[in-house]
């Protein structure tokens, strides 16, 4: 079973810049997750999908962050302008289903430098 | 309300000692659950547990062992005769039933080198 897969897996851009970052969950995965893990500190969640409809956005930075999901598989993360601030990891994971007991699968994260 | 403490930041053994990752939680709510995930250099966090609030009994999993006391409000893991592939960040983290969601509350996380 093919895992997580997100790319780029670097990026260097200078502030002010836009980034997207890319994500396929596993196959028949309901849910995804965007976490943002700053050097040295867990994850952090950003927002989290169901199907192509948004659980949780709460933590999401609505007036440089956005994402979507639009056809309820594949995901992509924007930052626009970006400060240097958003250094960090961006990972996304995924799930079966919704509820907090569910394993998420993590992929190997999308590694941002701002300059 | 909710957040999760794992005051140890670097912790350093040599091959086959024992070690205790510590991690404490808070939470309001009566039903959650924790989950220990490890984070190995290449990136990508591997899960390794999940227990929820009424379960008690600790688990055993080959070398790893896992203490969960409400009472304290503690979540601890150990890893018998370390090996040095154990070598990573190892994170602790909660979700609260309350919230309806996935999300993972995590702590700041752990670095446990193993010397050869």
């Known amino acids: 079973e093919a895992g997580v897969a997100q790319s780029p897996r670097y990026k260097i851009i200078e502030k002010r810049q836009s980034v997207a970052f890319w994500c396929n969950p596993i196959?028949?995965?309901?849910?995804l997750y965007w976490y943002q893990q700053i050097l040295g500190q867990g994850p952090k969640l950003l927002i989290q999908?169901?199907?192509?409809?948004?659980?949780?956005d709460s933590q999401l930075p609505k007036d440089r962050f956005s994402a979507e999901r639009l056809k309820g598989v594949d995901s992509t993360l924007k930052i626009q302008p970006a400060k240097l601030e958003d250094s960090a990891v961006y990972l996304c994971?995924?799930?079966?289903?919704?509820?907090?007991?569910?394993?998420?699968?993590f992929g190997p994260g999308t590694r941002l430098t701002v300059l | 309300a909710q957040k999760v403490t794992q005051a140890q930041t670097e912790i350093s053994v040599v091959e086959k000692e024992d070690v205790t990752l510590d991690c404490v939680y808070e939470?309001?709510?009566?039903?959650?659950?924790l989950f220990w995930y490890k984070q190995p250099p290449s990136g990508e966090l591997v899960f390794l547990i999940r227990?929820?609030?009424?379960?008690?009994q600790n688990e055993i999993s080959g070398r790893y062992s896992w203490n969960f006391q409400k009472s304290t409000s503690s979540f601890n893991f150990t890893i018998t005769a370390s090996q040095v592939v154990d070598s990573a960040v190892y994170f602790c983290?909660?979700?609260?039933?309350?919230?309806?969601?996935?999300?993972?509350?995590f702590g700041q996380g752990t670095t446990l080198q193993v010397k050869p």
């Open positions: 994971a995924s799930s079966l289903v919704r509820e907090g007991d569910n394993e998420q699968f």
């Open positions: 196959s028949g995965h309901a849910t």
């Open positions: 999908f169901q199907n192509n409809g948004v659980v949780d």
């Open positions: 939470t309001r709510d009566t039903t959650y659950y």
């Open positions: 227990r929820n609030s009424f379960d008690e």
């Open positions: 983290a909660l979700n609260e039933f309350s919230s309806n969601t996935g999300k993972l509350i």
